[in-house]
């Protein structure tokens, strides 16, 4: 079986207020290219399909747009699970329609039960060529509601003991796969599942982003929900392939060639900029090595972001412009200057951002620079780029706990405290959307 895997679109992302409706539209023709090309049977999409809750109508028509269009091509399923940044109720919302057209979308666990989550993959001739388990991004409340809830309808009254989060999950995996491998039966075909949480043991990071970690600017939000540091043991290995969702950048789970994350096909934060946006085309089998291909999205936008000294970015930026006269592309910059002395930085650049080819959208300056020129803090604006509203938030945060965010572990500690009151935010806006 030949499948694509993709994840983290986001789509209706604002990233610094850019507009970036023809980037999606681009990205979109373009996936639809590669699926032709391929020859993929199956489309996976493992969760944050969307960026908010609530997606603006422009971002769900160009979904459902999308979806239509994969109508008249080869690949004759599509798998589409909810992400922490998804609304479950949103994405379940249009499921029957979906389920006639060979579209399985599970937006989140809540009312299912193992079954459910559990989808046989047919080719165009409506022959079996796979099974897949979707699996959606859980917070620990609905995986806690979905086993009490599966007891009950068991006429289970007994009163085990509590299991911690992680045996809940590794418990859901091994059930679907459990049920997958019934279903199956004596047919030779492979077993693939889904997920959107945030794994142990990833490799294949560059510096660049490592770095990124540490300023907390890289909009790869990797701990986003409750279902964090998740050891590959969850995974049955008899999986042939697990499709995960959450960080944004390619990478496998402990060395595994059968547990990947996609990425994201979007830079997300200008730290990301020159990381390479990927999908993979994936040939599966039954208890073989998968085969995979890590195919580079085409860019249609370019992001830059320069560090260094006054001069050094100045001559970046007119080097750009050069690059851009010859090849022009719809660019943002990001501007950090890490060292020299405190200034204005809109002034600074005036002449060189008179350029049409290329728009600034933030300008920073590091830390030691900021303490130069405002004495007894830690940080200051000195420009509208300067900092986005979760930086001024997570400053807020690190103010009331009195932690330094210049601190690496004090910074983890502020990150968990900011996702928290995102998870009951997201979780606020879910119910209220359910009540409607």
């Known amino acids: 079986m030949k499948l694509i895997h ?148 068991s006429g289970d009254s007994s009163e085990s003991e509590s299991a911690s989060d992680d045996d809940l999950l590794k418990r859901l995996y091994a059930d679907v796969y459990r049920y997958a491998v019934e279903l199956r039966g004596d047919r030779k075909i492979p077993i693939i599942a889904t997920g959107h949480l945030y794994a142990n043991g990833l490799s294949g990071r560059d510096s660049t982003l490592a ?67 990927r999908v993979f085309a994936v040939d599966v089998e039954s208890g073989a090595e998968p085969v995979l291909e890590q195919i580079e999205v085409e860019k249609s936008v370019r992001y830059e972001q320069f560090k260094g000294d006054l001069a050094t970015l100045r001559k970046k930026l007119r080097d750009l412009d050069k690059e851009l006269m010859a090849n022009p592309m719809e660019t943002y910059v990001d501007l950090l200057l890490t060292t020299g002395e405190f200034v204005d930085l809109s002034a600074a650049f005036a002449a060189e951002e008179l350029s049409k080819r290329f728009v600034v959208k933030r300008h920073r300056l590091s830390r030691d620079i900021l303490k130069k020129g405002v004495s007894g803090i830690d940080d200051a604006v000195v420009s509208t780029k300067q900092y986005t509203d979760k930086d001024y938030f997570r400053m807020l945060i690190a103010k009331n706990m009195g932690k330094k965010l210049e601190s690496e572990s004090e910074a983890k500690e502020v990150e968990t405290v900011y996702n928290k009151f995102i998870d009951l935010f997201n979780e606020a806006i879910v119910k209220a959307h359910e009540n409607a």
């Not at 399909?49 to 422009?58: A, N, Q, Y």
């Not at 890289?218 to 998740?230: C, P, Q």
């Not at 969702?245 to 990425?263: D, L, P």
């Open 211 to 277: 770095e990124a970690d540490s300023a907390m600017d890289n909009g790869v939000r990797e701990v986003v929900g409750t279902l964090g540091n998740v050891d590959i043991s969850v995974f049955p290995t008899g999986f042939d392939y697990v499709a995960l969702g959450h960080i944004h950048y390619a990478t496998n789970v402990a060395g595994s060639s059968k547990v990947w994350y996609s990425g994201s096909p979007f830079v997300m934060g200008f730290d990301e900029a020159n990381y390479k946006r």
């Open 6 to 153: 993709t994840a983290d679109w986001h789509l209706g992302n604002m990233m610094h207020d850019i507009d970036r409706t023809k980037e999606t539209e681009s990205f979109l023709a373009w996936l639809k290219s590669e699926i032709e090309r391929v020859g993929a049977q199956t489309l996976v999409i493992a969760g944050d399909v969307f960026d908010v809750v609530s997606p603006t109508v422009i971002a769900r028509k160009m979904y459902f747009r999308f979806l239509a269009s994969l109508l008249a091509t080869k690949c004759s399923n599509i798998v589409i699970v909810g992400g922490n940044h998804d609304s479950g109720v949103l994405l379940d919302a249009p499921a029957d329609l979906l389920d006639a057209l060979n579209i399985k979308v599970v937006g989140s666990i809540n009312g299912r039960k193992v079954e459910d989550l559990v989808v046989e993959l047919k080719d165009g001739d409506g022959n079996v060529i796979g099974i897949c388990c979707a699996v959606p991004f859980m917070r620990d409340l609905e995986l806690e509601h979905f086993y009490k809830n599966d007891k009950k309808d």
